[in-house]
């Protein structure tokens, strides 16, 4: 913020002399400096005008480099998620023998419900379940997010972890 004021106040104060310096000028035929009053007025200009040119090119890099790192966290938290469901599936499976874990994820809040949902209260919000089931410890489940992994349904091995599949 400071940086931008220190860059900005310089052509402001070079716009407003020019025009005041011009004014008087006209006014009073005996002062003399109108070359220089117009090259403040058009350096003052030019300098806004390429500041916002720079500012715009610099957003414009910027933008597409925020939304990469926003999509690869909101990936790596849908890998954590996925970590979790499948900790708390083995650990239901140990408890009940085996049988299969049937799970539910609310997109629009991220609740968890399900047996598994003792130990999983909540994922990523926008997360949905594409197969939430898992039967044993070598099955897979397919996990989605919109905004995550452009869209794909990512598929998890029973420990968590991306597969290969």
């Given at each position: 913020?400071?940086?931008?004021?220190?860059?900005?106040?310089?052509?402001?104060?070079?716009?407003v002399?020019?025009?005041?310096?011009?004014?008087?000028?006209?006014?009073?035929?005996?002062?003399?400096?109108?070359?220089?009053?117009?090259?403040?007025?058009?350096?003052?200009?030019v300098?806004?005008?390429?500041?916002?040119?720079?500012?715009?090119?610099?957003?414009?890099?910027?933008?597409p480099?925020f939304?990469?790192?926003?999509?690869?966290?909101?990936?790596?938290?849908?890998?954590?998620?996925?970590?979790?469901?499948?900790?708390?599936?083995?650990?239901?499976?140990?408890?009940?023998?085996?049988?299969?874990?049937?799970?539910?994820?609310?997109?629009v809040s991220?609740?968890?419900?399900?047996?598994?949902?003792?130990?999983?209260?909540?994922?990523?919000?926008?997360?949905?379940?594409?197969?939430?089931?898992?039967?044993?410890?070598h099955?897979?489940?397919?996990?989605?997010?919109?905004?995550?992994?452009?869209?794909?349904?990512?598929?998890?091995?029973?420990?968590?972890?991306?597969?290969?599949?």
């Amino acid at each position: 913020m400071m940086g931008g004021a220190i860059l900005i106040i310089p052509m402001v104060l070079a716009i407003v002399f020019g025009h005041l310096s011009l004014s008087r000028i006209r006014k009073n035929p005996k002062l003399t400096g109108s070359g220089i009053a117009i090259t403040g007025l058009v350096l003052g200009y030019v300098s806004i005008i390429f500041g916002i040119f720079t500012a715009g090119l610099l957003a414009a890099m910027a933008i597409p480099a925020f939304q990469k790192v926003r999509e690869s966290s909101l990936q790596k938290m849908m890998m954590n998620d996925a970590r979790q469901i499948a900790a708390a599936a083995q650990q239901v499976m140990l408890e009940n023998g085996e049988k299969p874990v049937i799970f539910h994820i609310d997109p629009v809040s991220g609740v968890v419900s399900g047996p598994i949902a003792i130990y999983v209260k909540q994922v990523t919000r926008g997360t949905i379940e594409i197969d939430g089931t898992i039967e044993n410890t070598h099955d897979t489940f397919s996990l989605q997010n919109p905004r995550a992994y452009r869209g794909q349904e990512m598929v998890f091995d029973a420990d968590g972890h991306l597969s290969t599949k």
